[in-house]
């Protein structure tokens, strides 16, 4: 990719560095802060007690199991829900800001004076999001092998790395999802309110339908269960994990870049 081409990766990425700038910061401070307090953790049992002492299936919801040990402890403070709440929020963020957001505001109509195609406009925008979420996994990830290392927190960098991977690509999925939206309904409103709510929705039922047997079944339809029900912080991920969270997420963007180019540009 070269010249004209590079420039419509290039463009969107300039627009939100500063935005991926302060997103990585705080993705940082997060996991150095939590991870900052295991030694201290570590040395005390009363926390890791009184959660042993919860009924065992709002332990296994919050992701609490074993909270004592270092995958318990990254489990229960980041990996259950922090961490990939983050990572999708940003990804919807960011699809949204360079998608709907410009067009909501005029700002594409000046890209499509020139002579480019609409759909590698679109499709420009949707890789440039991409980036600077990959950016924000691999500054998560340098901060939280960094962290384990300084406090001497042991735990199986492949599985960490799996469980990044994940969260990487549950943002990715629901990223791939506001893709779709803005390219049929160019609405930062719609943009936002679907995403978020798939994404809110997915996360209450992985999280607390497991607490109803008559909910139970209906929690593995959330794409927050294909990602963690497996356990990756103690369990090797099975390759259908990673095959039904990108899959999907690559159909939904193509759908919304070719859905793009079928329709009118709305003005401002």
């Given at each position: 990719?070269?010249?004209?081409?590079?420039?419509?990766?290039?463009?969107?990425?300039?627009?939100?560095?500063?935005?991926?700038?302060i997103w990585g910061v705080a993705l940082a401070v997060l996991v150095a802060a939590t991870?900052?307090?295991?030694?201290?953790?570590?040395?005390?049992?009363?926390?890791?007690?009184?959660?042993?002492?919860?009924?065992?299936?709002?332990?296994?919801?919050?992701?609490?199991?074993g909270f004592g040990t270092p995958a318990g402890f990254?489990?229960?403070?980041?990996?259950?829900?922090?961490?990939?709440?983050?990572?999708?929020?940003?990804?919807?963020?960011?699809?949204?800001?360079?998608?709907?957001g410009e067009e909501d505001a005029g700002r594409l109509e000046l890209v499509f004076a020139q002579p480019v195609p609409r759909r590698a406009v679109f499709a420009g925008r949707a890789v440039a999001a991409l980036a600077c979420l990959?950016?924000?996994?691999?500054v998560t990830a340098l901060v939280q092998w960094g962290a384990d290392a300084h406090v001497h927190l042991s735990i199986n960098g492949g599985r960490l790395g799996a469980t990044l991977a994940l969260s990487a690509l549950l943002a990715l999925?629901?990223?791939?999802?506001?893709?779709a939206v803005a390219g049929f309904r160019p609405r930062t409103s719609v943009v936002l309110g679907i995403a978020f709510v798939v994404a809110i929705t997915g996360m209450v039922a992985a999280l607390l339908f497991p607490l109803s047997a008559a909910l139970k079944p209906f929690a593995h339809l959330s794409p927050w269960d294909w990602a963690f029900a497996g356990?990756?912080?103690?369990?090797?991920?099975?390759?259908?994990?990673?095959?039904?969270?990108?899959?999907?997420?690559?159909?939904?963007a193509l759908f919304g870049i070719w859905a793009f180019g079928r329709r009118d540009i709305r003005a401002a």
């Open positions: 990719m070269s010249g004209p081409s590079a420039e419509l990766v290039l463009a969107p990425l300039r627009s939100i560095r500063r935005a991926t700038i991870v900052s307090v295991w030694p201290a953790f570590k040395s005390g049992s009363g926390v890791s007690q009184a959660i042993d002492q919860l009924p065992q299936g709002v332990v296994q919801a919050f992701g609490l199991e990254l489990r229960g403070n980041l990996y259950a829900f922090f961490i990939p709440l983050l990572l999708v929020g940003v990804a919807i963020y960011f699809v949204s800001s360079l998608t709907a990959a950016v924000l996994v691999v999925f629901h990223g791939g999802l506001a893709v356990d990756p912080l103690v369990n090797a991920t099975a390759p259908w994990r990673y095959l039904v969270l990108a899959l999907p997420a690559v159909a939904m």
